[in-house]
C-alpha cells in the first residue's frame, strides 16, 4: 500500500508484483519454446517454470489471499485491489500453465522421442513393459501405499504439500458390508516419480515412465473385491511462508524448528488435478481444501513437472544438452595450487575480481583453506544465507575452528527453504567451538562477507572476500555473480565493524566506503540517482546503469523518473519483478528495462553512475525492493580500481546491452518483447564463456 512519504507516486504508474513476476517465467518459458535451445534444457526450463510456480503459490499467492481476507477494498500501488490482483493472477497462471502443457505434450516429448528418450504411458506398455511394471508396483510401490476409503471413521487425511496422491471412485461393498465410493491414496515420498525401465525390457536405452502410471494400472489390487472406477492424481499446495513472533521468541532456532514442522500443513491455495478428473470428485476436493474454480488447475500430464527434472540429466547425446563449459581459473589464483599461502600476498599486491559462473568459484574455496591452514590466520569471520548441505566451505569452518582459530559465523536462519539446512551447520559449528550467532531479529543476514584475520609481524591484517551471490559452490556454476577479494584497509575495516554490530551491541559505526543496509544504501543509491538527475538539469551529462534481479522499491522508482525526466538516459537489467513502467512519455521516456534470461541464472547486483566521470560502480548483495533496504542485512561495495572496474562496466552492462539473442524489453504497458534486429547475433553469456573461460 502507498506510505504517507510515497504519495507522490501515482498507482497507475506502477506494475503488480506478481504480475511481473509471472512474465519473467513466461520469459523464462520461452526459452523451452527456443527451438534453438537443445532440447533436454528445454525440458529443464519447463520443470524450473514448474518450480518457480510452486513457490509462487506457496508464498506470493498466500500473501495475496491473506491480503485479499484483511484489506479486501484497499487499493494498492499498482492501483489494483487485492481481489481484483488475485483474479488477473491467477487468469495469467491459467494461461501460462495451459501453454506450459502444450509445449510438453505437442513439442518437446515428441521430439525426445526421435532422439530416443521416451517417457511411457501405460496404453503404450508392451506385454513385456506390462510384467515389468506390475512387479515393480508389487514389490516396491505397493508394500508402502495405505490406502484409506472415506467414512465416518476414516476422515480426509492430512495431506503433505506438495505430495503427490490419487483419489479413487469405488462401488462394491467390502468385508465389513460397507458401501465404499471414494478412497484416498498417497504416494510414498521415498519413491521417485520417474522410473528408469530396463533396456532389454522396453527396447530403449532411455525409456522412463511415472510412478503415477504404476499407480494408475495397478490400484485395483489395493481394493480386492471392490470395482475401481477411476483414479485420478492430484496435489494441494499449501502457505509456506513461516511466521516467527519477532517479539516474543526467546532462542530463534528453538521457535524456527517448532515453524518447521508446520510449514507444509499451511492453509491450501492451489490444487491441481488430473484433467479427465470427474467434476464431482473436483468439487469435492475443493470444499475438503476450502478452494474454487479459480484454484484449480487441470493438467495435461504430471501434476508436479519439476519431478521429472533427472531426465533432462541423462546422457543421451551432446545435442540434446548445452555445450560443456570448464570455468576457469584465472591469474593468478591458477598459480596456488601448491602454496595457499601466497593467497594472501596475491590480495595484498592489489584487489581481485572473480565473475563466476566464467570464472570458477574454486578461488574462493581457496581463500578459506589458506585461511584454515595457515598458522598465521587467527579469525575468520563469515555470513552464511545458502550454502547447501553438502558444504566444502563450511567443512573449511568446522576445521578451522577444530585447529583453534577464532571462527565466528552469521548464519540466517531464516533464509527461505533451506532453515533446516542452515540449523544443522550451526548446531556442526556450535560443537567445534565456533561463534554461531543469527543475525539481528527482523533483519534478515543477507550480506556476503568472509573476512580472515592475519598475524603478520607484529600486527593483525585483515583480508576480506565481499560478492554478490551466496557460498554455494553449485549454484556458483549456475548463477552469474561477481567476487571480490580485497585488502583494502578502510574496506576491510568496514567489513570487521558490521560482523561487530551482527554478533553484538552498540551503538551504529559510521563506515568510510561499505554502504549497508538498513542504514546507508538506500539513502546513497537516492542521493547518486539524484545527483544525476542534477547534472542533467545542468546540461552535464548524465547515466545511470543498474543490473539486478528484482525492482520494487517505490522511492527509488520515483526518483529514477524524475532523473529520466531530467534527461538522464537510465539502462536498467532487472532480471525478474520490476514495478518500474519504462519508455512511458512525459514520465519515463529516457528509461530502458532489459531482462536476459539464458543458460545462466543473472543474479548479480550492479550499480553504475557517471558522477561528472568519476564513474561510481558498486557491486551488491542487495536488490532495489523495500526488504533488501530495510529488513535486510545487506552490503555495497565500491569498485576501486580502475581495471576492475572497466571490467565491471563491460561484463555488466556494455555486453548485456548489446545482446540480440537472450535478452528482452520492457515496453510501457509493463510487457516484454524479445530485442530483435538485423545485427549478427550477439549472445552475452556465450560472449562472457568465450571471453573468460577455457
Request: hydrophobic residues 40%; proline residues 5%.
Amino acid at each position: 500500500m502507498i506510505e504517507n512519504n510515497q504519495e507522490d507516486v501515482s498507482p497507475p504508474n506502477l506494475l503488480n508484483r506478481e504480475l511481473s513476476l509471472l512474465k519473467f517465467n513466461a520469459r523464462v518459458l520461452g526459452m523451452a519454446e527456443n527451438e534453438n535451445t537443445p532440447l533436454l534444457e528445454r525440458l529443464r526450463y519447463i520443470c524450473i517454470v514448474s518450480s518457480n510456480l510452486d513457490e509462487f503459490f506457496e508464498i506470493r499467492i498466500a500473501s495475496l489471499k491473506e491480503q485479499e481476507r484483511r484489506n479486501p477494498r484497499v487499493i494498492g500501488d499498482d492501483g489494483y485491489t487485492p481481489s481484483e490482483a488475485f483474479e488477473l493472477v491467477q487468469k495469467d497462471v491459467h494461461e501460462l500453465v495451459k501453454r506450459q502443457y502444450s509445449l510438453l505434450n505437442q513439442s518437446i516429448l515428441p521430439a525426445l522421442r526421435e532422439k530416443g528418450v521416451y517417457i511411457f504411458k501405460p496404453q503404450e506398455y508392451t506385454e513385456s513393459m506390462m510384467a515389468w511394471a506390475r512387479e515393480v508396483f508389487l514389490e516396491d510401490v505397493m508394500p508402502l501405499l495405505t490406502p484409506i476409503g472415506l467414512d465416518p471413521s476414516h476422515p480426509f487425511p492430512r495431506v503433505y504439500n506438495k505430495s503427490l496422491n490419487f483419489i479413487v471412485s469405488l462401488s462394491g461393498v467390502d468385508a465389513f458390508g460397507r458401501t465404499s465410493s471414494i478412497a484416498i491414496v498417497q504416494a510414498p515420498r521415498a519413491l521417485p516419480r520417474l522410473l528408469k525401465i530396463p533396456e532389454e525390457v522396453c527396447g530403449q536405452k532411455h525409456g522412463h515412465t511415472l510412478l503415477s502410471s504404476l499407480m494408475q494400472m495397478f490400484v485395483g489390487d489395493l481394493f480386492p473385491g471392490l470395482e475401481v472406477k477411476g483414479l485420478y492424481q492430484w496435489r494441494v499446495t499449501r502457505n509456506s511462508d513461516l511466521y516467527v513472533d519477532e517479539d516474543e521468541v526467546t532462542d530463534l532456532r528453538q521457535a524456527l524448528q517448532g515453524e518447521l514442522s508446520q510449514r507444509n500443513f499451511g492453509a491450501a491455495v492451489r490444487l491441481e488435478i488430473a484433467e479427465d478428473t470427474p467434476e464431482e470428485l473436483e468439487v469435492f476436493l475443493q470444499s475438503e481444501f476450502a478452494l474454487t474454480p479459480l484454484d484449480t488447475y487441470r493438467t495435461a500430464g504430471s501434476v508436479n513437472l519439476t519431478r521429472i527434472m533427472p531426465l533432462c540429466d541423462i546422457d543421451a547425446g551432446t545435442d540434446l544438452v548445452f555445450p560443456g563449459y570448464r570455468a576457469k581459473i584465472p591469474s593468478p589464483f591458477d598459480k596456488m595450487e601448491d602454496h595457499p599461502e601466497h593467497m594472501f600476498s596475491a590480495i595484498a599486491k592489489e584487489d581481485l575480481l572473480l565473475h563466476h559462473p566464467y570464472q570458477s568459484f574454486d578461488p574462493v574455496i581457496d581463500f578459506l583453506t589458506a585461511a584454515a591452514i595457515d598458522p598465521a590466520v587467527v579469525a575468520i569471520k563469515q555470513t552464511i544465507y545458502r550454502t547447501g548441505e553438502d558444504s566444502e566451505l563450511m567443512r573449511l569452518l568446522v576445521m578451522a575452528a577444530k585447529s583453534g582459530k577464532e571462527v565466528t559465523v552469521v548464519v540466517e536462519l531464516m533464509a527461505r527453504f533451506d532453515e533446516q539446512t542452515n540449523i544443522n551447520w550451526a548446531a556442526k559449528l556450535e560443537e567445534v567451538g565456533a561463534h554461531v550467532v543469527y543475525g539481528v531479529v527482523g533483519h534478515k543476514t543477507h550480506a556476503k562477507m568472509a573476512l580472515v584475520l592475519r598475524r603478520e609481524g607484529r600486527r593483525i591484517v585483515r583480508y576480506g572476500h565481499l560478492g554478490t551471490g551466496n557460498y554455494h559452490p553449485r549454484t556458483a556454476r549456475l548463477y552469474t555473480d561477481f567476487g571480490m577479494l580485497t585488502a583494502n584497509r578502510e574496506i576491510t575495516e568496514d567489513m570487521d565493524k558490521i560482523f561487530s554490530l551482527l554478533t553484538g551491541l552498540g551503538a551504529r559505526r559510521p563506515l568510510k566506503l561499505l554502504l549497508q543496509s538498513p542504514f546507508t544504501l538506500h539513502g546513497k543509491m537516492l542521493t547518486l540517482i539524484n545527483n544525476e538527475a542534477e547534472n542533467a538539469r545542468q546540461g552535464k551529462k548524465a547515466r545511470i546503469m543498474a543490473k539486478m534481479n528484482s525492482l520494487l522499491d517505490i522511492q527509488v522508482i520515483n526518483a529514477l523518473y524524475e532523473a529520466s525526466q531530467a534527461g538522464v538516459e537510465i539502462d536498467l537489467i532487472v532480471r525478474g519483478v520490476c514495478a518500474l513502467r519504462a519508455g512511458v512519455a512525459g514520465m519515463s521516456e529516457n528509461i530502458r528495462v532489459r531482462s536476459i534470461v539464458g543458460r545462466f541464472l543473472e543474479h548479480s547486483r550492479v550499480f553504475y553512475f557517471y558522477d561528472n566521470g568519476k564513474e561510481q560502480v558498486y557491486l551488491s548483495s542487495a536488490d532495489w525492493m523495500e526488504r533488501n533496504f530495510f529488513r535486510r542485512v545487506e552490503v555495497g561495495f565500491p569498485v576501486l580500481n580502475p581495471a576492475l572496474k572497466k571490467r565491471v562496466i563491460a561484463e555488466s552492462f556494455t555486453y548485456a546491452l548489446k545482446d540480440n539473442v537472450l535478452a528482452w524489453e520492457q515496453q510501457p504497458d509493463g510487457n516484454y518483447q524479445r530485442v530483435r534486429n538485423r545485427r549478427q547475433p550477439f549472445n552475452l553469456q556465450n560472449h562472457l564463456m568465450g571471453l573468460l573461460g577455457k
